[in-house]
């Protein structure tokens, strides 16, 4: 069964470093989205891509947030200068059109900031 | 502001009892609901969905009931079994073509052998 796959699957780096997640939509979706999981919090919307621009984001994703499509298999994103408050789970989901709206996720990515 | 909640933190069933888990959401205008399955380190999985022109949906051995009325949604699972033990979160879809989904806070199941 098609999965869609994260890595790396921790990642601790320094605050104000920058860090880059990794994601490998299921193939023929065409809908990708980032939600991030404060511990022990409930699931957060980040952002939404279609055809190759974002779609929707939230408050959350300001300025030192990206996302990029860079081949036809790898969803990423990017936080340019981490602070402590972006530690979290961090989950890629994918969509396969929109009369198709399920949802999937991947494992996610543990960020942690220090 | 958007929000989308749970009734409960924590359920507790006898395992082979049925759970119900509940879910009040906030934008009346939401036309498409989901409930997700949540295992500690794991990311969310797709149990069982529903559109608002529905109000009940049956899947294996879980149930989704939808009222517009109260804006309430629940999500029933029979025989409940030791690996149902998980965090359950509702998720709402308000109208739009971007498919952002707002979650609940989530439910914890336990079940007890």
């Known amino acids: 069964e098609p999965e869609v796959t994260q890595t790396p699957s921790h990642q601790v780096t320094q605050m104000g470093q920058e860090v880059i997640l990794r994601c490998v939509p299921i193939s023929n979706h065409l809908y990708f989205y980032w939600y991030r999981q404060i511990l022990g919090q409930k699931v957060e919307f980040l952002v939404s891509?279609?055809?190759?621009?974002?779609?929707?984001k939230s408050e959350i994703f300001d300025d030192q947030f990206s996302v990029e499509r860079p081949d036809g298999s790898n969803f990423t994103l990017k936080i340019r200068s981490t602070k402590l408050e972006d530690s979290a789970m961090y989950f890629c989901a994918s969509s396969p059109r929109t009369d198709q709206e399920t949802q999937y996720f991947g494992p996610g990515t543990r960020l942690l900031v220090l | 502001g958007e929000s989308v909640g749970l009734h409960l933190p924590t359920l507790s069933v006898q395992e082979g009892d049925n759970s119900i888990i509940n879910c009040a959401y906030s934008n009346s205008a939401s036309d498409y609901f989901i409930w997700y399955k949540q295992e500690s380190g794991k990311g969310p999985q797709f149990i069982i969905d529903i559109r608002s022109n529905m109000d009940k949906r049956q899947g294996q051995r879980v149930t989704v009931l939808l009222n517009k009325t109260v804006k309430h949604l629940s999500l029933q699972i029979a025989a409940t079994q030791p690996g149902d033990s998980a965090v359950y979160f509702c998720?709402?879809?308000?109208?739009?073509?971007?498919?952002?989904?707002?979650f609940g806070q989530g439910t914890t199941l336990q079940v007890k052998p």
């Open positions: 998720a709402e879809k308000p109208p739009s073509n971007t498919g952002k989904l707002i």
């Open positions: 891509f279609y055809n190759n621009e974002i779609s929707e």
